[in-house]
Structure formats: C-alpha cells, structure tokens
C-alpha cells in the first residue's frame, strides 16, 4: 500500500520531526511504501486551507497514494465538521486514513464505521445549531426585535429621499448631497421602496 505523512506544527519553533519520524517508523512496521510527505510548519489547525494540506488532498485526487498517516486528529483538524469533510473525501477517492495516537485506521471496516459515526455526529451538531438559531429568531419576533437588515436612514431622512426621487431630474448624486446621506444610501431607499423584483 502506498503512503503519504500529514505533519502540522503551529509555530515556528516547534519540530515537525518529532511526528515525522514516528510516521515513517509506522508505515514502515506496517509495510506501506511512503511515497509523499507533507509538513505544514507554522499553521494553524483552526485553518481549513494550509499549503502542504492542500497538495495532499490533491495528490489523492490523482491518486498518488492508497493511505494517509497522521499521528494525531487535531494535526489534521481542529473541528469535527473539517474532519468529516476530509474524511469523506479521501473515502470517496478510495484513501484511507490512519491516525495513530487514536488508534483509528479508515483502511479497515471498522474505522470506516467510526469515521461515518463521526459524521453523523457533526451532521447532528449541525441541525441542532440550526434549530436554536431558528427558535432564537422566532422568540426575538414574538418580543417585536426587528429581524434582517437595518435600516440605513431614519424614517423622515428615507421620506426625504423618496420626496426629491420623484422630482424629475434630481440624480442620485444630487439628493445625496442635498439629504446629506452617501449615495448607495439613496440607492437603497429608493430600491427597498420600488419593491423586489423592480428596478429602482
């Protein structure tokens, strides 16, 4: 099987080796070809997109190798939902993943399962987090909070706007200057009161 290293440190002065030689001596107890090795030196986890993370999730669209080796989850991701993604993309592409402080191996049946328990986890996380943002909002409603985007101008300064609007002749420029607000303020108004799908 052949196989690729995944190393991340966060500073600069930490040493990628220390996990580089522990995944060398793996794929090297477990008979797996290395063929690539990516470090990224200096980045951060909370990153979704690093230089040396990015070539590896190329390489295994081409199929570079069979196998990823990580010696920690969070040197991979740092959220659940980042992890389940990546996951189930090198699943997809027919790349396993090894990780081996938690002793999880995707190339075996039952690390796929686990890695699919993950997934329906975040999937979860995510519904839950979408039905309290939704309760929230219809709780702030019912207590007359004004929901959506604020208004840009008090109601005198938007009659105002709409008033010279209507004069003929009167450029957005013109009632900008005259109302003392900006242009794209005028702009707005005069959209918001055309109504959707109408041309201010």
């Known amino acids: 099987m052949r196989a690729a290293i995944y190393a991340r440190v966060s500073t600069a002065d930490q040493r990628p080796e220390v996990q580089t030689h522990r995944l060398r001596e793996y794929a090297g107890a477990r008979g797996f070809e290395l063929v690539e090795e990516f470090v990224d030196h200096g980045v951060s986890g909370a990153k979704a997109s690093r230089p040396a993370l990015d070539r ?79 309760a929230g909002v219809e709780a702030a409603r019912r207590r007359g909070a004004r929901i959506g985007r604020p208004e840009v101008c008090d109601r005198r300064t938007r009659e105002r706007i709409l008033r010279l609007s209507g004069v003929g002749g009167q450029s957005t420029r013109e009632i900008a200057r005259l109302v003392g607000v900006s242009k794209s303020t005028v702009a707005r108004v005069v959209k918001d009161a055309a109504g959707p799908g109408v041309a201010a």
């Open 56 to 134: 590896l999730v190329a390489g295994a669209r081409r199929r570079a190798f069979d196998a990823v080796l990580v010696v920690k989850l969070d040197r991979l991701a740092r959220s659940v939902h980042h992890l389940t993604q990546l996951a189930t993309e090198l699943e997809a592409l027919g790349v396993g993943l090894v990780v081996l402080d938690q002793a999880l191996d995707a190339t075996t049946p039952s690390g796929r399962l686990l890695f699919h328990m993950l997934g329906a986890i975040a999937e979860f996380e995510r519904d839950l987090i979408r039905e309290r943002t939704r």
